[in-house]
Antibody, heavy 122, light 107 residues
Framework: EVQLLESGGNLVQPGGSLRLSCAAS????????MNWVRQAPGKGLEWVSG????????SYADSVKGRFTISRDNTENTVNLQMNSLGAEDTAVYFC???????????????WGKGHKVTVSS | IVLTQSPGTLSLSPGEGATLSCRAS???????LAWYQHKPGQAPRLLVY???SRATGIPDRFSGSGSGTDFTLTISRLAPEDFAVYYC?????????FGGGTKVEIK
C-alpha cells in the first residue's frame, strides 16, 4: 500500500525554524517527484514546493521562496521541508504529496499524506 | 494561473446532482486539470485528472469535463459520503495552483 507519513515539530515562535519530514512507502520513491501543499485555518489548499526525483530541480511558491528549502533522501525514502523565518501566515496543516510522474508539474498528485499541523505563535 | 471556483457552497440533499465550476484566468491545457475531494482531518483524494479521466477506484457518479478556461465536476447522485470540499487544480506549470474550493453540504 502506498503511504506517506508527515512528521516534525508542531509549535514554533515567530522568526523561528522547523523541519518537516515525510516518510514514503509502498512505491519506488526515487522514480517520482514530490510536493508539499499546505492549508491554513479556514482556507483552501496552497502548493508550497516541489522536487524532482533526483533532487536536482526544485521550485517554490512566492510566499515561501528564500525561507523554505525542500530536499529528499532517496536512500531513506524521505522528503523534507526546512522552514526558516516563520511567521503567523505559515500556520497551516502541511501535506506531503506524491506526483504521478517525473516532474512536480505536468503530473498530478495522486497520493497524499494526512497532514501535519504547524502553529507559529508566541 | 488563477483558478476561481463557484459556487462557494452548495446545499443539496442526498440523491441530488451537483455541478461544480472552475474557471481559469487564462486558457489551460485540459491535460493538466485535476479535481480533489477533501474532508476534515483526511488526506485530499484525487477524483479526476486530465480534466475528464477518473482516478482509480472513483465511482462513475463523478465526472469531469471542460476545456480552455471552463471546467466542471459533476456528481450525478450525491451519496452521503460525498459531502466534502472539492478543489480544482492546475499542474501544467509552476507554480502549481488550486481553486478556492466548493463546499458541498447537506441541505
Amino acid at each position: 500500500e502506498v503511504q506517506l507519513l508527515e512528521s516534525g515539530g508542531n509549535l514554533v515562535q515567530p522568526g523561528g525554524s522547523l523541519r518537516l519530514s515525510c516518510a514514503a512507502s509502498g512505491f519506488t520513491f526515487r522514480n517520482y517527484a514530490m510536493n508539499w501543499v499546505r492549508q491554513a485555518p479556514g482556507k483552501g489548499l496552497e502548493w508550497v514546493s516541489g522536487i524532482s526525483p533526483s533532487g536536482s530541480d526544485t521550485s517554490y511558491a512566492d510566499s515561501v521562496k528564500g525561507r523554505f528549502t525542500i530536499s529528499r533522501d532517496n536512500t531513506e525514502n524521505t522528503v523534507n521541508l526546512q522552514m526558516n523565518s516563520l511567521g503567523a501566515e505559515d500556520t497551516a496543516v502541511y501535506f506531503c504529496a506524491k506526483a504521478s510522474g517525473l516532474y512536480f508539474y505536468y503530473y498530478y498528485m495522486d497520493v497524499w499524506g494526512k497532514g501535519h499541523k504547524v502553529t507559529v505563535s508566541s | 494561473i488563477v483558478l476561481t471556483q463557484s459556487p462557494g457552497t452548495l446545499s443539496l440533499s442526498p440523491g441530488e446532482g451537483a455541478t461544480l465550476s472552475c474557471r481559469a484566468s487564462q486558457s489551460v491545457s485540459s491535460s493538466y486539470l485535476a479535481w480533489y475531494q477533501h474532508k476534515p482531518g483526511q488526506a485530499p483524494r484525487l477524483l479526476v485528472y486530465g480534466a475528464s479521466s477518473r482516478a482509480t477506484g472513483i465511482p462513475d457518479r463523478f465526472s469531469g469535463s471542460g476545456s480552455g478556461t471552463d471546467f466542471t465536476l459533476t456528481i450525478s447522485r450525491l451519496a452521503p459520503e460525498d459531502f466534502a470540499v472539492y478543489y480544482c487544480h492546475h499542474y501544467g506549470s509552476s507554480p502549481l495552483t488550486f481553486g478556492g474550493g466548493t463546499k458541498v453540504e447537506i441541505k
